[in-house]
């Protein structure tokens, strides 16, 4: 889940029951996913909050070794991989 705030901050949710670790990797990090953990909260929920400027972004949550889409997402688009990438649109 995507939660955009008027500052220009995004809150992005990974809510999915996982034993692991979860990541967002991203057009804005480059798509290194190590690069952004998210944390676990008291109700089992992954959250990462980032500040990012206007755009359109393409995003996935990478866990146990498997990427994942956002179904709250501001949409979806093909990748090179055969598989589609979550969108987030800042404006």
């Known amino acids: 889940m995507i939660i955009k705030k008027s500052d220009g901050s995004v809150i992005f949710e990974f809510d999915q029951n ?3 670790k979860v990541y967002l990797a991203g057009e ?5 996913y190590a690069s952004t953990p998210l944390k676990k909260t008291p109700t089992g929920k992954h959250r990462v909050t980032l500040h990012l400027k206007p755009g359109k972004y393409q995003f996935r949550y990478y866990t146990n070794h498997q990427w994942f ?3 709250h997402a501001d949409g979806v688009e093909n990748n090179n ?3 589609q990438n979550s969108i987030v649109v800042i404006e």
């Not at 804005?28 to 290194?32: S, T, V």
């Open 18 to 20: 996982t034993s692991g």
């Open 28 to 32: 804005f990090n480059n798509w290194n």
């Open 69 to 71: 889409n956002d179904s």
């Open 81 to 83: 991989y055969g598989s």
